[in-house]
């Protein structure tokens, strides 16, 4: 069972930058992939942005450009670097990470806000 706890959220101004953390209580360095998603209110939960295991890197075209996701293996934390931030950008936003590509763990999710 791996534990995953997500952090960094909060209330922020159009143009802002927040940097979300999410600790894993386990190694990450072998996952089969690591990733961001969000869920606006009356919206389904979508991906932000992901990375394999081979190292592909993958966002969502409304965020291209403005996030940045990363990992560090050696402290099994992943992180999603959010700027020039938009009110639609206003959603939970979850991390996951999947042991197989049918084996997913979420957190429960950090707030992010932003005003216009």
């Known amino acids: 069972q791996v534990q995953v706890v997500e952090s960094g959220g909060g209330l922020v101004q159009t143009g802002g930058s927040l940097r979300l953390s999410c600790a894993a209580s386990g190694s990450i360095f072998s996952l089969y992939a690591v990733g961001w998603y969000r869920q606006a209110p009356g919206k389904e939960r979508e991906l932000v942005a992901d990375i394999l295991s081979g190292g592909k890197i993958d966002y969502t075209d409304s965020v291209q450009g403005r996030f940045t996701i990363s990992r560090d293996n050696a402290k099994n934390m992943v992180y999603l670097q959010m700027n020039a931030l938009k009110p639609e950008d206003t959603a939970v936003h979850y991390c996951?990470?999947?042991?197989?590509?049918?084996?997913?763990?979420w957190g429960q999710g950090t707030q992010v806000t932003v005003s216009s």
């Open positions: 996951n990470l999947a042991t197989t590509p049918l084996d997913n763990y």
